[in-house]
């Protein structure tokens, strides 16, 4: 397609914002999935304790001003859309909206960086669900790359792990662990992809940047897996690796949650609740980074990546901190295959 791009589209997973939304979330989440029913009742229950409120929705509502305010500073005159793959608004809701607005060419940024069946192509997939569901008048729709190493990402998450390490008691400070988090897959879809080495690089990138002399060890540890417990996933668990740490007789973690960009329920619950508690009952002080969705590196960090794509796959400026390579715009045919069929 030669039109030029007329539109931004904001693309994340969704979280519930009441306790109405969390049976019509969790469905839409675990559609065609095996989780054991008690592992659904226990997610529910977590949510429903808090008030049954994922704090993504205000997170990119918030992304979603930033990003059009920094594209207007820019003299980029974009309008800029916003929807989620499994709450409101959705996708197909946003997809419509795009096209009662006049839009017939879009840009989709996907609020996770990663390459993975479930944090890239399926994205991709939801897109064209959404664009069949509103039909012939929906615009058509571009992904932005995956950008895990990009400085808007990188520079953030280091400033807010330094901000952790500062509220570990000073005594413990120096000896801390860092532990870098990532959501868990399962390993036959990790072994498909580059999803592992890029949180890894990510890893060695915020830590080089907080520690550039190297005296707290550091690892990356995973979260909230899901799923039929026989199918292997990646660990560790970061609970599991703080209990370990503890009767290696490491008194203190600053744990960075990397694999999320925008904060959400999963880093409130499985790090702020569980990882937390875990820690405090084997006598390591804890301390959890912010996520850095609300950074205004990061929406310029966005802004940038349009930038970069409306100045063609042959613009100059790709940034790139790590080793791995910039991924090309348009993702290879085979990459992140879907195992699940």
């Known amino acids: 397609m030669t039109d030029p791009y007329d539109g931004i589209l904001l693309v994340a997973f969704g979280g519930p914002e009441g306790p109405d939304d969390v049976g019509p979330f969790l469905a839409r989440v675990t559609a065609g999935r095996s989780i054991p029913p008690d592992r659904l009742t226990e997610v529910t229950d977590r949510y429903l304790s808090v008030g049954g409120r994922s704090p993504l929705n205000g997170r990119m509502r918030s992304l979603l001003s930033r990003l059009r305010g920094e594209l207007a500073s820019r003299g980029i005159d974009l309008p800029v859309f916003w929807g989620n793959r499994n709450s409101a608004p959705l996708l197909a809701d946003a997809v419509a909206e795009m096209a009662d607005a006049g839009v017939r060419r879009a840009l989709a940024w996907i609020a996770s960086p990663y390459a993975s069946y479930s944090t890239c192509r399926q994205y991709g997939e939801d897109l064209e669900a959404a664009r069949a569901a509103v039909g012939p008048g929906a615009p058509a729709i571009d992904r932005i790359r995956r950008h895990h190493d990009h400085p808007g990402l990188i520079g953030p998450a280091a400033d807010r792990l330094s901000e952790a390490l500062d509220r570990l008691p000073a005594s413990r400070r120096d000896r801390a662990h860092f532990l870098f988090s990532a959501h868990s897959i399962p390993t036959h879809m990790a072994a498909t992809c580059d999803y592992v080495a ?144």
Do not use: Y
Request: proline content about 9%.
């Open 198 to 341: 890029q949180v890894q690089e990510v890893a060695r990138l915020v830590a080089g940047r907080v520690d550039p002399a190297g005296r707290h060890s550091h690892e990356v540890v995973w979260q909230s897996r899901s799923g039929a417990p026989q199918v292997p996933w990646l660990e560790p668990d970061v609970g599991d690796r703080i209990e370990a740490l503890a009767a290696d007789g490491v008194n203190a973690v600053a744990v960075s949650p990397v694999g999320f960009p925008v904060e959400n329920f999963e880093i409130a619950w499985d790090l702020d609740t569980d990882a937390a508690r875990r820690a405090d009952g084997v006598g390591v002080a804890f301390a959890r980074a912010a996520a850095v969705d609300d950074d205004p590196r990061f929406a310029g960090m966005v802004a940038d990546l349009v930038v970069e794509r409306l100045g063609g796959p042959t613009s100059s400026s790709r940034p790139g901190l790590g080793t791995l390579g910039t991924p090309p715009d348009t993702c290879p045919k085979d990459c992140c295959p879907d195992l699940r069929r």
